[in-house]
């Protein structure tokens, strides 16, 4: 009873991988085809339905149905194998590619590039050749490995795809344990170097529990639960920390950069909201606007209405209210945006503004229009406020404050 659940499950267990890949690629495709001429954002997204391909035709359904196609018994044996040892050799040529750069065109760099796809092309010939060679008529959904793996030249096959993804396994883990400890990475980028190192961890123990069973098999001995229930497990869970590692690194980076600009929207809104009070009206609303848009109109607006309000400050009481967030005890990029914002609302409150070119008030315009969050997020404290500007605003404090 046991052992039938465990294996309706590992026959749907599959799919889980495939759709995380699947998922993973999607979120991948805008990208690609936004920078469609990065071929690194290329490499990434072929590499991702590759592994989505072999989860897909790895499926105990999908096998039975190639066979049944082609009227070939396990012709899907080659066909998998040849997908599997594929995606490590794309694996291997994409983690050389990323680590040194497009730009690398370093003989050690070529010589490494011709190596994997001189060797890996090789094996995958060599696998249809074994196979052609072999007899396996006898059609295995689920524990071919392990029921021809005395069968002659079925046997070299089994033996030559798990040698090649062990290897390709290693090498790939090295570089990426070793890329983790160099110094200078994003974190993002090494949060993802992390997922794929335990991703690649995890295949180890898949190529570990498959060669077992195989060479128990070679003994006389049956472990084949290491192949048709450990090793799925190890595969699956290794292709969905490999997807996060590979997404983690774009995603992060878009997310966090998406965030900055949401953040930077709402911390000018005070600003914001008082050049409407200044101008009598605001920005027009877009339903589809996106984040980058709305904050480029938010920032133009205030920058369109603060200028003639600018030019109408009263610079004294500008210089009165540095003074006087100095005297209590704020330090000086606070005090002058809490200087900045008073003198602001100063200007507001009494109407003064400047026609352009009108140069009255002799007010440097530039800092005040570069420094519009900073001042935003002086208003966001009126307390502060209330207290440089009664401070400015008394007779004692006239004298500047020396250090």
Not at 306 to 314: H, N
């Amino acid at each position: 009873m046991d052992v039938a659940i465990l294996s309706e499950f590992y026959t749907d267990f599959w799919w889980i991988p495939a759709t995380v890949l699947a998922a993973a690629l999607a979120i991948k495709v805008p990208t690609i085809i936004r920078f469609w001429a990065d071929p690194m954002l290329r490499a990434v997204g072929g590499l991702l339905l590759l592994a989505c391909a072999v989860f897909v035709f790895v499926a105990p359904s999908t096998i039975a149905r190639v066979n049944r196609l082609t009227g070939v018994p396990n012709i899907s044996a080659p066909w998998v194998y040849s997908l599997l040892t594929a995606f490590c050799g794309s694996c291997l040529l994409l983690i050389i590619a990323w680590r040194n750069g497009l730009s690398d065109r370093s003989a050690a760099t070529r010589r490494a590039t011709r190596w994997v796809v001189s060797v890996y092309s090789g094996v995958i010939v060599a696998l249809w050749v074994l196979f052609a060679l072999a007899d396996a008529p006898v059609e295995r959904l689920r524990d071919l490995d392990t029921y021809y793996a005395t069968t002659p030249f079925m046997r070299e096959e089994i033996l030559l795809y798990l040698l090649a993804h062990t290897t390709a396994v290693l090498i790939t883990s090295r570089l990426i344990w070793n890329w983790i400890r160099t110094d200078g990475l994003d974190a993002w980028l090494r949060w993802g170097l992390k997922f794929l190192g335990v991703g690649y961890a995890m295949n180890l123990l898949f190529d570990a529990a498959k060669l077992t069973a195989v060479v128990a098999r070679w003994t006389g001995n049956d472990l084949d639960r290491l192949n048709t229930d450990v090793a799925p497990a190890m595969a699956c869970a290794s292709a969905v920390l490999i997807a996060v590692g590979f997404i983690l690194p774009h995603a992060g980076q878009y997310l966090h950069e998406r965030w900055r600009v949401r953040l930077a929207h709402r911390e000018l809104r005070p600003l914001y909201a008082l050049m409407r009070t200044a101008a009598g009206h605001g920005t027009r609303f877009v339903l589809r606007a996106s984040p980058e848009l709305r904050l480029t109109r938010r920032e133009t607006f205030i920058r369109d209405t603060l200028l003639p309000l600018a030019r109408g400050i009263d610079e004294d009481l500008r210089r009165r209210s540095y003074d006087a967030a100095l005297a209590l005890g704020h330090p000086p990029d606070r005090g002058r945006a809490l200087a900045a914002a008073v003198a602001v609302l100063d200007a507001v409150e009494a109407g003064r503004t400047a026609p352009p070119g009108d140069g009255t008030g002799g007010s440097d315009t530039t800092e005040l229009l570069r420094e519009i969050g900073a001042v935003s997020r002086a208003l966001r404290r009126p307390d502060d406020i209330r207290a440089v500007r009664t401070r400015a605003n008394t007779p004692r404090d006239t004298v500047p404050v020396t250090e």
